[in-house]
Every structure is written in structure tokens, then in C-alpha cells.
């Protein structure tokens, strides 16, 4: 990234350039990852998803007991303000809420007030090469906690998968519990089988409840293809026709190999086309949140 960073961001209720933006040591987001965030992909000048991001955001904050700090409509306001703040046409929009400030001890007092920060990145998400070639990832244990279903800023263990991600030369890591697929480190992980079914692991607190899954399951509904959630072994992805992952950042990536091994033939697969073709059309049927 520059060194200078012109983004302009809304942090703890105000909009400010982000070189300039300051937060106090005692956040407890910051020493304790007390805090939840979301993550909202912007498509040519289109909020993907966004309501049901502010649900879910609604419904982590709810989790850990923070009042949610605005409505679903002062929250998409301060969005699409970012958006024009930045001439944001194509990439994501960040927001983290924590618990607020107060001195370091793991109790905490009832009714602190909420840090509230966003901004923008940079990105054409519906772009990425890899749509076409396909990507290569690797396993790692699945070391997160047992509420995984809230989208907590306590990130280590995804950091460390990210980590080994690199090293790998590789675009993804699919989390292991046993021989289990849980979920990407930042994705929601699909299967086709040869019997033509789409799987996906069924929603609980071992995962997170991905929006981009939630519509990606819509579209596949329209499509008359069968849907089975259920959890899969590591064994069946490599035995699958196809397999691929979906995210807000990434909207959906076809997995040609895993751990070395291929997937699907090494070639991105027709369902996984057919899925992402059509979430990109009903992408163009949002208003534009900006012109």
C-alpha cells in the first residue's frame, strides 16, 4: 500500500482522512479482540448484499452483548457516504464495532459505548483472474474457538492460515476438524459430487452463516440443482466433479487442486460457472448506491 493513504474513513463517529484517524490504547477491541466486524463488497457502485450483511452484523453484536450502536438505515447512509468520500465504484467496505474503552480487566461494565469504524478498500472483485484458471489450496487443523458463527475481530487462527497460505504459493486454506472440512479461512467451502448435488456444510456455531453462501444457495435453488448441507470429509473434495469457495471479497473461486492433489478435472467446472454468471447478473439489477 502507499505511504499515503487518502482513504477517508468514519471512525468513532466522525469522517476522517485514515493517516489522521486515532484510536485510545485502552479500546478493548484492541487488547482483548472484544469486537465483531463485516465486510460488504461494492460492484460498480452497488451494495452487494448488503442488508443481510447488517443482519448478520446485528446478530454477531447481539452474540457478545453490544447494543447495536445505528439502524440498518444510518448504517447503509454511512456506507454509501464512504462510497462518495472516496469515489468508491468497486470494492468493500469495512466496519468493525467494539466494545468501547475502558481500563484493561477481562469483566467489563454494562453500557460502554460502542467504537464504530469504517472504511473503504480498493477492488475490482468481479475481475479476478483466478475465475478462469482456477485456484490450488491447502489444508491446515482448524485451531478456532467453538463460536465460529460470530464474525469475531479474534482472528490468530486465520491469520496463521493466511500465513501458511503464502508460504505455500497457494490462494486459500481449507480448515480441518479430524478429516472434516469446516470452512475456508476466509471462504465458505462448496463440493459438487459426481451425483450432480451441491454441498456445503450445514449451518451451526462450527461455522460462520456466509452471505455470499446464503445467496450463492438462492441461486443454485432457481437453478433446480440439488442442495445437500451436510459436512464433507477431505476425501470427498478430492473425489468431487467440482469444488469452490465463496466470500464477500471474492464472490466465488472454482478450487482446482488441494494439497497437491487435483480437484475436479484441474479446470474450473460448469456449475461453479453457472453460479457465478448468474449472481453477477442479479449484482446488476441493484440500484446503484452511487453514480
Not at 37 to 42: D, G, H, K, L, N
Not at 78 to 107: D, H, K, P
Request: aromatic share 8%; glycine share 8%; hydrophobic share 40%.
Amino acid at each position: 500500500m502507499s505511504t499515503v493513504d487518502n482513504r477517508i474513513g468514519f471512525v468513532r463517529g466522525a469522517f476522517v482522512p485514515l493517516r489522521e484517524a486515532v484510536l485510545p490504547v485502552m479500546d478493548r477491541g484492541f487488547l482483548f479482540g472484544d469486537g465483531v466486524y463485516e465486510v460488504t463488497a461494492v460492484i460498480e457502485g452497488r451494495l452487494v448484499d448488503n442488508d443481510h450483511h447488517l443482519q448478520r452484523l446485528n446478530r454477531s453484536l447481539g452474540e457478545i452483548g453490544i447494543a447495536n450502536p445505528f439502524s440498518t438505515g444510518k448504517w447503509t447512509e454511512i456506507e454509501t457516504e464512504i462510497m462518495r468520500r472516496n469515489e468508491l465504484r468497486n470494492g468493500l467496505i469495512y466496519i468493525q464495532v467494539s466494545r468501547g474503552v475502558a481500563e484493561r480487566a477481562f469483566q467489563y461494565a454494562e453500557g460502554l459505548e460502542p467504537t464504530v469504524v469504517m472504511f473503504p478498500q480498493f477492488s475490482k472483485v468481479q475481475s479476478n483472474p483466478i475465475i478462469e484458471t482456477g485456484a490450488r489450496i491447502i489444508t491446515v487443523p482448524d485451531l478456532r474457538w467453538a463460536r465460529r458463527d460470530i464474525k469475531s475481530t479474534s482472528l490468530l487462527a486465520q491469520v496463521m492460515a493466511k500465513h501458511a497460505v503464502k508460504q505455500a504459493g497457494v490462494k486459500e486454506a481449507w480448515m480441518l476438524d479430524g478429516d472434516i472440512i469446516t470452512e475456508g479461512a476466509s471462504s465458505t467451502a462448496f463440493i459438487v459430487t459426481r451425483g450432480n448435488e451441491l454441498v456445503t456444510r450445514n449451518l451451526s456455531r462450527d461455522i460462520l452463516p456466509g452471505i455470499t453462501r446464503r445467496t450463492v444457495l438462492e441461486i443454485a435453488k432457481r437453478h433446480g440443482l440439488t442442495i445437500v448441507e451436510r459436512p464433507f470429509s477431505k476425501a470427498e473434495v478430492l473425489e468431487a466433479s467440482e469444488a469452490f469457495y465463496t466470500s464477500a471479497s471474492t464472490i466465488a473461486v472454482p478450487v482446482i487442486e488441494m494439497d497437491g492433489v487435483c480437484v475436479g478435472g484441474g479446470v474450473p467446472g460448469p456449475v461453479f460457472r453457472s453460479l457465478y454468471d448468474a449472481y453477477l447478473q442479479d449484482v446488476m439489477t441493484l440500484p446503484a448506491s452511487i453514480s
